[in-house]
């Protein structure tokens, strides 16, 4: 997989599938959806009730990309397995890291 996420002028957007209640907190791998995008494919130990499950997807993206968690924000998805996120910071080390991200699944 060697094409980059979708950028916007205010950070990386990167889908995300979730598995709540997986056992432990890691991104399993990266895919493409229908569209040809790049998608994360993360586990969260925590259960999706009061939100608990999408903190736990904001602290491993901030924690995988290195910022902070409130550089990370859910655009789409809020009660889905599905999310769209946006990560805000220097792009040139989130374009790099979301690429490494890639070939580490392939």
């Known amino acids: 997989m060697n094409a980059a996420a979708p950028r916007s002028e205010a950070g990386l957007r990167v889908s995300v599938r979730v598995t709540p209640k997986g056992g432990r907190d890691a991104i399993t791998g990266a895919s493409r959806d229908e569209a ?52 805000e910071g220097d792009m040139k080390a989130l374009e790099d890291r979301f690429a490494e991200l890639e070939r580490s699944s392939s």
């Open 36 to 87: 040809g995008q790049c998608r994360l494919t993360l586990k969260v130990s925590a259960p999706p009730a009061e939100g608990a499950a999408n903190a736990a997807v904001v602290a491993l993206i901030a924690k995988t990309f290195q910022v902070s968690k409130s550089r990370v924000s859910m655009l789409r998805g809020d009660t889905a397995r599905e999310k769209l996120l946006l990560i």
